[in-house]
């Protein structure tokens, strides 16, 4: 990226910041507005003829309390510039045309998500689609001609009167409208009336999850559940759509998932992912990779010796592509079509996120990111892979001063190898004490790697530049690590998370560096669980913060939107045995908590329900334990707006300055000459 590209990305971050909202006194390193400003770079898109890559940028806007997502180009030899503007809207899911001459992306112009297209050679978009109930994905047509997409049903005639006459209710599990496939020529001009679409799925008794074409357009591959509900997706099966006849005929039908259909260059085969019939431990099992003949037989595993679940998939006229996770690092795979061995096609840079191949396999666009890095985008070719960043995106923390980051291991209470991410100060000297931070991830089927930025509305990058480490670890359950490392919390959750969390403090203390009297814990979700479970189960730690973490799980049974996740770790209900429930709920040991806690939750979260953060808080109250519940009023499982998660980081940061440093920190409402 040329010198005026990255000034021009950089204008681009910093005039999005807050006026009056840039004070932060007293707190070193960059400003927790400059961390939430930072531009991310995902979603690669590459052109046929391989030269061009279309990928999204991610910016705060913080006039309109948002995070806009628009597309951009890089063309080869060239400095990327921005594709699309959305007025209070954002733009996402780049797509190009078979010829190379147009993207098609999806965006919210308007009340709902439409399609659009663009020239890649620039110019105004124009919407394809006028959808009143919005556009769900979309997919080319080899012939570039058509375009396949998703929309929900419209509201019924009955549904409207029910409305009329009786006001607005829902039955759980009842109410919702089926999702299906819909055809619509891709010719439209900008100023053209919008192209009639037409329905190419029409039943009531399922919902069209995803779909892909098959090389000669002739038919479409679809995944096919009962309902578009949540829990739905693991009775998902593969069938053939018929696009001129409209008919389908089932390929897999098996219990348990089975989807995501991506067909073979020669339109022969379908690969696709399967829980191979498990509906009892899908949660925490690999997840298999099948491929079968489209005229129907026998299935066939591929990459049986991979012990991960994997990311995105590319099959080529080159070989089968996936991404997978291998410890703290994820690389591109070559998976054998015919079942045998899957070899490492790529190992750099060591994270690697999403990937996109050209028609013919030649060239990958990807994203990646490193420790030192923030996620580029990557061209690179399948003969001879040496990826070549395309972006710049790492130039807006050029002047910012980092501490590092480095792999740790240590053995847990039960002689499991445990790893984490142990973050350090610029200045870091093992002949000194520090305070200590651990930040729990979620999922629990997360992972945390080494980078130089982390933090999500915990503000880790201020806490190094005031002198403490951070450890971030890989607790039994997480991705990278296998299947049977992510089964070790199954009838253990909480328990066994607790070792893995404990034993790694235990292992810093012993080097000496780690002043025990001041010590932190916090996470988001499962780490907002085993951090409430920590403050009533140790008191290690000085403060601690649950965000949007579980208390009780019999609260949260009964409450989620996933009730499998809760039945699939305990292997149980909690009528079937109340007292795994209670040996894995915080709330059991509520009478021994001591350590002052933070809580933070979404007003609407669906995931895990607002009612565990009131019922640690009024648990917590009764006990005389410092706490302070703050509700996150109109969001769901996360902070998604820049304000809201400024207001979150400044939470965490008062709550551990008054317990760690004795601070009494108010919350700035205006610039009080901080660093912007």
Request: contains cysteine; aromatic residues 10%; neutral net charge.
């Amino acid at each position: 990226m040329s010198y005026t590209a990255r000034c021009s990305l950089l204008v681009l971050v910093t005039a999005t910041l807050p006026r009056g909202l840039t004070a932060q006194a007293e707190v070193p390193g960059p400003s927790f507005e400059r961390v939430i400003s930072l531009a991310s770079a995902g979603s690669p898109a590459i052109s046929p003829d391989g030269r061009t890559i279309a990928y999204t940028v991610r910016t705060a806007d913080w006039k309109q309390n948002r995070f806009d997502t628009e597309i951009w180009l890089a063309r080869e030899s060239e400095a990327p510039f921005q594709l699309t503007r959305t007025p209070d809207g954002s733009s996402t899911s780049p797509s190009w045309s078979p010829d190379g001459q147009f993207v098609a992306f999806l965006a919210d112009r308007g009340d709902k998500q439409q399609i659009h297209l663009i020239r890649a050679a620039g110019g105004e978009a124009w919407t394809l689609t006028d959808v009143a109930e919005g556009v769900h994905d979309f997919a080319w047509a080899p012939d570039g001609r058509r375009i396949a997409f998703t929309r929900s049903e419209p509201e019924s005639d009955a549904d409207k009167k029910r409305k009329e006459r009786y006001g607005d209710f829902a039955v759980e599990d009842a109410d919702y409208r089926q999702r299906h496939l819909w055809l619509i020529s891709a010719s439209r001009e900008a100023g053209d009336t919008a192209p009639t679409p037409t329905r190419l799925t029409d039943d009531s008794t399922f919902t069209v999850r995803n779909f892909a074409w098959s090389p000669d357009g002739s038919r479409l591959a679809v995944e096919l559940t009962p309902d578009p509900l949540i829990n739905s997706r693991m009775h998902a099966d593969v069938s053939l759509l018929d696009v001129a006849t409209r008919t389908l005929r089932p390929l897999i039908r098996t219990p348990g998932y089975d989807g995501r259909p991506i067909w073979s260059p020669d339109g022969r085969w379908v690969l696709f992912r399967s829980d191979d019939g498990d509906t009892t431990s899908n949660y925490y099992r690999n997840g298999k990779l099948f491929t079968v003949p489209a005229s129907g037989g026998e299935r066939r595993r591929l990459a049986a010796d991979l012990d991960e679940n994997v990311g995105d998939i590319a099959w080529t006229p080159t070989g089968i592509y996936v991404v997978a996770w291998r410890n703290a690092k994820r690389h591109v795979f070559r998976v054998d079509p015919n079942g045998g061995p899957t070899r490492l096609f790529a190992d750099s840079p060591p994270v690697i996120g999403a990937i996109a191949f050209t028609p013919d396999g030649r060239t990958v666009a990807l994203s990646g990111a490193s420790p030192t890095t923030l996620t580029e985008i990557y061209r690179a070719t399948a003969a001879r892979y040496r990826p070549v960043a395309v972006t710049a995106m790492t130039d807006q923390i050029a002047d910012w001063t980092l501490g590092a980051s480095e792999m740790i291991a240590w053995t847990s209470q039960d002689g499991a190898r445990i790893e984490g991410v142990l973050h350090t100060p610029r200045d870091f000297d093992p002949r000194r004490r520090y305070p200590l931070f651990v930040e729990i991830h979620g999922g629990p089927t997360g992972i945390d790697v080494p980078t130089p930025v982390t933090g999500y509305v915990y503000p880790v990058l201020q806490w190094l530049a005031k002198g403490a480490l951070v450890l971030r670890p890989n607790y039994r359950g997480s991705a990278g690590y296998g299947e049977a490392f992510r089964a070790l919390n199954v009838r253990n959750l909480g328990v066994g998370d607790a070792w893995d969390v404990l034993s790694g403090v235990d292992h810093l203390v012993a080097q000496g560096f780690v002043d025990t009297t001041r010590m932190g814990a916090m996470g988001w979700s499962q780490g907002g669980y085993i951090s409430a479970f920590l403050t009533t189960t140790t008191r290690r730690f000085a403060a601690i913060s649950v965000g949007a973490g579980i208390s009780n799980w019999t609260t949260y049974y009964v409450n989620t939107d996933i009730h499998p996740f809760t039945r699939q770790y305990l292997q149980a209900t909690p009528w079937d045995d109340p007292d795994i429930y209670a040996t894995t709920s915080p709330m059991t040991y509520i009478r021994r908590a001591a350590t002052p806690t933070l809580i933070q939750h979404g007003e609407f979260d669906r995931r895990v329900p607002i009612p565990n953060a009131y019922e640690l808080h009024q648990g917590l109250q009764d006990q005389g334990v410092p706490t302070q519940l703050i509700v996150y009023k109109g969001f769901g499982h996360g902070i998604t707006k820049p304000k809201e998660q400024l207001a979150a980081m400044w939470h965490n940061w008062q709550w551990f300055a008054k317990y760690l440093w004795g601070e009494d920190v108010a919350l700035p409402l205006a610039d009080a000459g901080g660093r912007p």
